[in-house]
C-alpha cells in the first residue's frame, strides 16, 4: 500500500506562483510513474501533469509553458511549481501514483486563485 501525501496549497492572487509537494511511502519510489490531477466544483477531475520513472514529463494544455512538474527519488518527493496562476486554476489538487495499473491516490490540496 502506497500512500500519498500533499501540501502547499492555500490562497494565491491572479498571476501568483504556488509550489506542491507530494511525499509518497515505499521503497520503490523511483519506479513509480506520478502525476497531478486536479479537479473543480462541478467538474471532473482531469490529469495536470505527469511524469514517469525515467523523467519523462507531459502537461495538459492548458497549463502548458506554466507548471512544470519533478521529482525528488532520494526523497521520494514529486512537486508541482505552478506559475502564472489564473482563476480557473482553482480547484484541488490531487498527488497521484501508477504502480503496476494501480492508481493511488492522496486525499489533495486545495488551490484558490482570486483577488
Known amino acids: 500500500q502506497v500512500q500519498l501525501v500533499e501540501s502547499g496549497g492555500g490562497l494565491v492572487q491572479p498571476g501568483g506562483s504556488l509550489r506542491l509537494s507530494c511525499a509518497a511511502s515505499g521503497r520503490r519510489f523511483s519506479t513509480y510513474s506520478m502525476g497531478w490531477y486536479r479537479q473543480a466544483p462541478g467538474k471532473q477531475r482531469e490529469l495536470v501533469a505527469a511524469i514517469t520513472s525515467g523523467g519523462s514529463t507531459n502537461y495538459a494544455d492548458s497549463v502548458q509553458g506554466r507548471f512544470t512538474i519533478s521529482r525528488d527519488n532520494a526523497k521520494n518527493l514529486v512537486y508541482l511549481q505552478m506559475n502564472s496562476l489564473k482563476p480557473e486554476d482553482t480547484a484541488v489538487y490531487y498527488c497521484?501514483?501508477?504502480?503496476?495499473?494501480?492508481?493511488?491516490w492522496g486525499r489533495g490540496t486545495q488551490i484558490t486563485v482570486s483577488s
Open positions: 497521484n501514483a501508477q504502480i503496476r495499473g494501480v492508481n493511488y
